[in-house]
């Protein structure tokens, strides 16, 4: 090998070993919610909002994780609270029964608040009552028995835990270092093999 490759191996090696930029890594916005609904309001085309008392005062918890760190954060919450009073039926789909719902999917979140299809929250640390989170139902017969609409409740908290940031464990500061060195080693090891050829075992038995 000409002294110009190994100069640029021994660049290469340095640039690697020596690099202090350390990889992104996301992180877990969690927090807990208890309370009672303070508002249920259903809403459709095919007539006015209609209210449903029945769910006011109605205990529920919930969570919320959302995604940090990253440029396309993505939302997971868990409402429990007794629906079974709405006073219209609940849609039939996977993530909704009587007794609560879930939600999932691209995520907004600017620290204290975010979004997630169909919920949405507000979480002010060491102030639960300032804590407010929004969640739609999907539910039918709201004005008329083939009418669907969508149940919006607003959910009060009196008790709120979190935020848990949960990182992935760091890698150690030698390890991509000790992979440079070994990914240059094979480098040279391949060019030796190219110029003398394989070792030979013949003596080996």
Excluded at 29 to 49: H, I, M
Excluded at 104 to 126: D, L, V
Aim: charged share 10%; hydrophobic share 45%; net charge negative.
């Amino acid at each position: 090998m000409n002294k110009s490759k190994w100069k640029l191996f021994v660049i290469i090696l340095f640039s690697l070993a020596f690099s202090k930029e350390p990889a992104n890594a996301a992180s877990l916005f969690s927090v807990e919610f208890f309370g009672s609904v303070s508002s249920a309001v259903a809403t459709s085309l095919a007539g006015p909002p209609k209210a449903s008392p029945a769910l006011v005062g109605e205990s529920f918890s919930a969570i919320v994780e959302v995604e940090t760190g990253v440029p396309s954060p993505v939302g997971y919450a868990a409402l429990s609270v007794n629906l079974s009073n709405t006073g219209d039926f609940l849609v039939p789909i996977p993530s909704q029964t009587e007794t609560g719902a879930s939600y999932f999917g691209p995520s907004t979140f600017n620290g204290s608040s975010g979004s997630i299809p169909g919920f949405t929250f507000i979480y002010t640390a060491g102030s639960p009552l300032s804590d407010i989170l929004t969640a739609q139902i999907l539910v039918d017969s709201v004005d008329r028995a083939d009418d669907n609409g969508v149940l919006t409740l607003t959910l009060q908290t009196t008790q709120a835990f979190g935020p848990n940031s949960v990182s992935p464990v760091p890698l150690p500061p030698s390890l991509p270092m000790f992979a440079s060195a070994l990914l240059v080693l094979g480098i040279f090891g391949f060019c030796a093999w190219r110029k003398h050829g394989p070792p030979s075992f013949a003596a080996i038995s």
